[in-house]
């Protein structure tokens, strides 16, 4: 007997189902690496070069990051490359992102006293702590001195703070910068590694528990987290105990005919419906409906403004829940049907009742398939923000949903969501190139954020299966 | 019209099962026609017969588990000692606490080995520590397996082979100390020697409960029961004592089924 | 009755059914063999029986293992456990209907060295006569499973014991006026005791048919009435 070549051998089909994987496993990978690639490198120090425009007269010198570089079709329609340059100074220098054709550039030159700024408004300030074209020995002074003061002065809170700094621009051009601006500084030509890394993480850090400023392109993301985990966590506490329910029923309890089939079938349905429909149905039913009702009946004297009447967290969490419920179902549902029916005859032929039976026996045994549901719905709940814009979402929230006064948790808060975020950084920002950096590493928070939920959900389920596994199987 | 089949007759005070004219349909279909029998006292009873001939059934009416199937129809009468089993308005679970269960593939739940023997104690409400402690080694004892489990009842009993898994689940069934013990193909999953130890144990425990298994292996119904019914297509064929039943078989079908014959 | 489900063991059954008929058939030889020696006074058919034994000892041997191994390895119940039984236990007998017609052939041997008898024995050749039928009957009725013939072989066992008492007391008359040839009678009685033993025997055998057939033992009681299933 021969060795059936070609496609009948099945290395065909072998390579073909490898392929596929492989290529799931690039895209992901693909994923991630830009992600982290962009989003990462956001907060890193990075070089200040002082560069000069000989050919153009009156051109004075800038101090700018190089940003990237790409090409443009010129007035005789050839393209040519050209540098993104990163200036800051939106206040008094604006604009402060600015194309430049290679060809334009003189010499490039990185000052040790450049400084960068982080300020409360107007982004961030680029400067010379020295001015330009003196002596090194009087630079050196100078910058030294600008230092010393700067750091005295950011000791003391901002709002005591009194003075300014002086900052040159590459021309000579003197600037004064309040002292109370300034969040915190870093000279990036004149930094070894470790100080750029204390730098790296010191933003990095800002960007994860501050609020937002300046339309959401400069501070952190805090708030934006937070909701999100926030009505994560009250999706899911929402939906697992009615999916729970709900595949009880209709695996344990309903009898299992054309009516249930049916159900089944709208129940898997449910779950292709376009998650824009669930923001639609959460707007009519539970903000308008529901939330109507309940103000007027329980917030009356509040009216005509509206307490619960008006999207907010429950609403947000609820239409997610709705959203995620039939994965929820259809997960506990293969769980329970993953019980081995002995179990459950063993179970009654002990004189245990239905009840009993289902409590102790079916639902422990299903447990892990449940959180396979609740990892399933997370998934799925954290990364929704069609059906969140008409529901609870908003750009900025005021104050956070969880706070210290009573009743701690305010349900009918809006509040602000990583992945409404990222789509207002990314289309609503007034300064596209100062957000991009920052759609990025929003991104990749969620992408994280999402991981780490699920991992915790892995982990318990882990743990749950193991403690009762057959070690041979 | 049928002949009677050949039968045997107990004492009324060795009665523990009697069946009168049962019968049960699934859907329509009948599984059991007419079977009349009775299920002596403390003695061992084998049923047996090629695969869906209704043994399985019969053994699940004492305990009314085909109540769980849908569309069942039972008619006749079965009696436990003196009450009625198969009426309406029984306390199924009650019952099921009379009449303990094994099932053919050992199924222990995903608990601890004390646990497990512990379920039916605590459905009954006993919570007690103590109390339990020493039903849980009465029953583990009993059942031949508290030298092997003793230092190990907090482990999953998940970790136990299948032999050990089949004998917990028997000592699981008679720790809430049934009167009667339904086996339902107790060792057809196991080896060769956790099979013979279930045996073993089975005639042991004749000396105690009413034991009705449930087989297909023929010299198994032969080394464990005293009395063994024949069934076949739905109908007792026959019940006569083992001995007999295993030497001069009374019915052509039985002879043909015990020698080989079936086809 | 039905093929088992194994073709395999319903064929070793055969063959050890085929192995018994085979040995009664040596029996048969060995015993028609000396019949006729006795009736002819002639000593030529005592070699052959002789020789014949040692064939028919080695098929005991044979069937005995082929037994062993039927009930180690298949369990037979009911009606094959019954039929192993029968046989293990009509081959001993047969064995020993083998070691009568020996010895009868070893006194053919010395008997025909003797002088004629003066008178011909009717009893000896009416026991001779109904011990091979018996035996022949026995035979049949084990291959058939015949139950009837089987009471038939058991019941015939008494005339055959009857003409043994009544040979005895003739030879002891004969010995009484004939003492010169008393050498000769006492070998006839021997004879005589060999053929009665072997009447007991398929007597045996008879016995064992009845157990195969009806899952009765008959040995040392009433045969009572045969089942009319």
Redo the contacts between chains.
Sequence with gaps: MSRPVGWRSGDGALWLSTGAVALTLLMTLALLGLLAQAGFGHFWPKALATVTFPERQGTPPVLAELREQSAFANAEGELEPRWLLRTGNRDWAAPDFRWVPVQGLGTVHFDPHAVELERRSWGPALGLLAPPGVPQAERQGAAEAALTALEAALRVPPGEREGALTLFAADGQRQALPYRQIVRYWLPNAMGWNAKLGVYFARLGAFLHEPPREANTEGGIFPALFGTVLMVMLMTVIVTPIGVIAAVYLHEYA??GMLTQTLRVAVNNLAGVPSIVYGVFGLGFFVYGVGHRMDQALFADALPAPTFGTPGLLWASLTLALLTLPVMIVATEEGLSRV?R??R?????????RL?TLR??IL??ALPAVLTGVILAVARGAGEVAPLMLVGVVKLAPELPLDGTFPYLHLERQFMHLGFHIYDLAFQSPNVEAARPLVYTSALLLVIMIVLLNLGAVVLRAHLRG?????LG | MRNEPPTLHFEPADRCLTVDRLSVRYQGKAALRDVSLTVPRHRVTAFIGPSGCGKSTLLRSF?R?ND?I?GVEVTGRIQLFEDDILAPELDV??L??RV??V?Q?P?P???SVFDNVA??LR??GLREQRALEGEVEWALRSAALWDEVKDRLDA????LSGGQQQRL?IA??IA?RPEVLLLDEPASALDPISTLKIEELIGKLAEQYSIVVVTHNMQQAARVSHYTAFLYLGELVEFSGTDDLFTRPQARQTEDYITGRYG | MREHVSGQYDAELDELRAMVTEMGGLVERQLSAVCEGLATWNADPAEPVIALDKAVNRLEVRIDDACTHIIAKRQPTASDLRLVMSIVKAITDLERIGDETTRIAKMLETLCALPPLRDPLPELTEMMTRVQSMLADALNAFVRVDEARALDVITRDRSVDRAYQALVERLLGEMEAHPAQLRSYHNVIWCARSFERIGDHAKNVGEYIIYLARGQDVRHQGLGAPSDR
């Design positions: 009898p299992q081995p002995q179990l005859e063993a179970s009654l032929a002990l004189g245990a009742t009993e102790k026996i422990p045994s403690r009762h596994r057959d070690p | 305990n588990m769980l849908r679970t009650a099921r606490r303990g269960m099932f593939q199924n739940f995903p608990m379920y039916g459905l009954q999953s009993a998940l970790t689940v699981r069934a809430v």
